[in-house]
Every structure is written in structure tokens, then in C-alpha cells.
């Protein structure tokens, strides 16, 4: 198979790769030179290999860094958005994980999804044969069903709390007419007038601290529900991701959480900074250095809000808690 394989693609001629339907692996100590050439022959062959060039141009980025981004354009003509698109793509979706009889853009529109999300609607696209439009209204009225149970399924939150940290699904609008972007969002998501309406206040005691996680596009309206739940926003804490994403201006590699506060709470500020370093885990999943620094700076009871996880001294309330526990 591997001869026939290497006879099929031999128009590339490219040493110390291999092709398949699936994907191309290029091994270490790749020539600058060598990158450029096959970044133009794989081109050519168009868009019936987009997986080729995702897998090319990621590893031109892994490998060579600022050298490969100008030559990127240079030698593919592709917008730097499509580009970086291909790249997520395929950092998203490995080879061995990649169906031969599904196309690359339905591939794409799973790309945002957590791998176990992945697997379970490729299976359906197979057994189904759906197209790129049957997919998207599947995922679609999949998620408004969610947003529904989500609603729904948040249980009773008993008591009052000194912290509260909350990382609300914020409601994307995702650009369904470009194909190498990301269709849907991997959990359901809620309207921020109704994130803003959620009786926050009510499990908030009168001196307390709110941690609200919120991205650039919704910076604004994570401070109008900060201001709805009763709270006064005071500083930003800013996470550094150990790993470099998507952007329409510029690639996003930071995520923010607002410290906010009603009354006057204590904190024990030593050395914390608006700085956090930690490092990328499961899609929406908050590193553990960030809740090592709200124990040791945030004494008293503790809520978080939409968790994902269950944390000892805390109590989680959310939709999936337990998903990652």
C-alpha cells in the first residue's frame, strides 16, 4: 500500500515525506527550501487536498516560524485568515482520526468540537451521508436543544458565597459562509440577557468577590453582567495561553477573566499579578494555576458557576459538571 501510495503522489518528488488520503507527515530536519517547493506543489493540486496543505503549512509554522509566515503567502495566494484556518484544521483533527470517505469541509465544521464530539458526528455523517448543509442544521438544532437542557438542567444553588467564579457560554455568531471556519460552538451557548438575568446576587453575600471569564468579543458584555449581578468590576486578570489560535485581526493567545467585586471582601495580595501563565487544555477547561492563585488570594466560601468539574471545597454548579472530574 505504502508503494502504491508513494507511485500515486510521486509528481511531488519531495524526499522525507509521506502521503496519504489522509494526510501528509514530513519528517524532522525538513530543508527551508525543500518546505517552500512542496508548499507550491501542493498548491497545484488544489482544493482536493486541503488536508495536505493544512498539514504543510502547520508544519512550516511549527518548524521555521517567523521565516515561514511571509513565504506562506507568498508561495500559496491564500488570505492569512484561510491560512491560519488550514492550520487549525488539521492541528485539530489528526491524521489518524481523519475519514477518507468524508470531505474536508464537513471535517472542518467538527473542527471546534472536543475529540469524543468529533468522533460521534463523523460516525453520524457516514451512517446518515450528510452534506456540509445537512450538517450544519444537525449541529444547529442540536445545540438550540442543549441551550434548552442547559437552561433547564442547572441545579438549585443553596447558601450564600464569599467567590464566586463563573464562565459564562457566550453566544458566538460564527461566519457559516466560510467553510474553513469553525461552524458551531463545542458547548451550547446562552443570550447575555439571560446570563445577565441569572439571580447571581441572591448566593452572593454582602462582601464578596466574582471572577467572570469573558474573551475580547465579549468584553463589553461581560461587564454589563458583572454590573447585573451586583457587582463592580476592578481589575482584569489576563491568561497567556501556551498555545497560539485564530483571530479575524489578530491571533488570539490570551483569555480574561474580570475580578469584580460588592461590598468590601478581603483578599490576601502577596505577589498575584493581572498576569497568568498556564497551559491549554481541554477546549473551555480554565487552567489549575488559576484556581491555586483565587484559593490563596480569596479566602471564604466558594461557588463556581457552569463548571465543568468538581473541586474540593468548592461547590459546582453547571449543566456538565463532572465532564472533566
Known amino acids: 500500500m505504502a508503494t502504491e501510495l508513494a507511485k500515486s503522489y510521486s509528481f511531488l518528488d519531495v524526499p522525507g515525506c509521506r502521503f496519504s488520503k489522509v494526510g501528509l507527515e514530513i519528517e524532522p530536519g525538513f530543508a527551508f527550501d525543500h518546505w517552500e517547493r512542496l508548499t507550491e506543489k501542493l498548491v497545484e493540486v488544489g482544493s482536493a487536498h486541503q488536508w495536505w496543505i493544512g498539514d504543510v503549512l502547520r508544519y512550516g509554522e511549527r518548524e521555521y516560524?517567523?521565516?515561514?509566515?511571509?513565504?506562506?503567502?507568498?508561495r500559496t495566494g491564500y488570505e492569512p485568515q484561510t491560512i491560519m484556518n488550514f492550520i487549525w484544521v488539521?492541528?485539530?483533527?489528526?491524521?489518524?482520526?481523519?475519514?477518507?470517505?468524508?470531505?474536508?469541509?464537513?471535517?472542518?465544521?467538527?473542527?471546534?468540537?472536543?475529540?469524543?464530539?468529533?468522533?460521534?458526528?463523523?460516525?453520524?455523517?457516514?451512517?446518515?451521508?450528510?452534506?456540509?448543509?445537512e450538517l450544519r442544521n444537525a449541529i444547529r438544532l442540536s445545540g438550540i436543544a442543549?441551550?434548552?437542557?442547559?437552561?433547564?438542567?442547572?441545579?438549585?444553588?443553596?447558601?450564600?458565597?464569599?467567590?464566586?467564579?463563573?464562565?459564562?457560554?457566550?453566544?458566538?455568531?460564527?461566519?457559516?459562509e466560510d467553510e474553513t471556519h469553525r461552524a458551531a460552538n463545542p458547548y451550547p451557548s446562552m443570550e447575555t440577557d439571560d446570563i445577565a438575568a441569572l439571580p447571581i446576587a441572591d448566593h452572593s453575600l454582602d462582601d464578596a468577590i466574582l471572577w467572570?471569564?469573558?474573551?475580547?468579543?465579549?468584553?463589553?458584555?461581560?461587564?454589563?453582567?458583572a454590573e447585573a449581578w451586583g457587582f463592580t468590576v476592578k481589575t482584569i486578570l489576563t491568561w497567556k495561553k501556551s498555545k497560539i489560535g485564530l483571530g479575524d485581526w489578530l491571533r488570539g493567545i490570551t483569555e480574561h477573566c474580570l475580578l469584580a467585586v460588592r461590598g468590601k471582601p478581603v483578599v490576601n495580595l502577596t505577589n498575584q499579578t493581572t498576569h497568568l501563565q498556564g497551559p491549554l487544555r481541554e477546549h473551555s477547561r480554565k487552567p489549575i494555576e488559576f484556581y491555586q492563585m483565587v484559593e490563596t488570594l480569596c479566602p471564604g466560601t466558594?461557588?463556581?458557576?457552569?463548571?465543568?468539574?468538581?473541586?474540593?471545597?468548592?461547590?459546582?454548579?453547571?449543566?456538565?459538571v463532572g465532564k472533566f472530574s
Not at 516560524?65 to 507568498?74: C, H, P, R, T, Y
Not at 483533527?93 to 460521534?120: G, K, M, T, Y
Not at 442547559?150 to 457566550?170: N, Q, S
Open 90 to 133: 488539521a492541528g485539530r483533527i489528526e491524521i489518524s482520526r481523519r475519514r477518507e470517505n468524508v470531505p474536508w469541509s464537513l471535517h472542518a465544521e467538527l473542527a471546534s468540537f472536543d475529540v469524543l464530539e468529533q468522533e460521534r458526528w463523523l460516525k453520524r455523517i457516514v451512517k446518515e451521508n450528510l452534506t456540509q448543509k
Open 302 to 320: 466558594k461557588l463556581e458557576l457552569f463548571s465543568r468539574e468538581t473541586r474540593p471545597g468548592w461547590t459546582c454548579s453547571g449543566a456538565e
Open 65 to 74: 516560524g517567523e521565516l515561514s509566515s511571509q513565504a506562506m503567502k507568498e
Open 212 to 225: 467572570l471569564w469573558t474573551t475580547n468579543a465579549f468584553m463589553v458584555e461581560a461587564h454589563l453582567v
Open 146 to 176: 442543549e441551550q434548552i437542557a442547559l437552561i433547564e438542567a442547572l441545579p438549585p444553588i443553596e447558601g450564600k458565597f464569599r467567590v464566586i467564579v463563573a464562565d459564562p457560554p457566550w453566544k458566538y455568531s460564527n461566519r457559516a
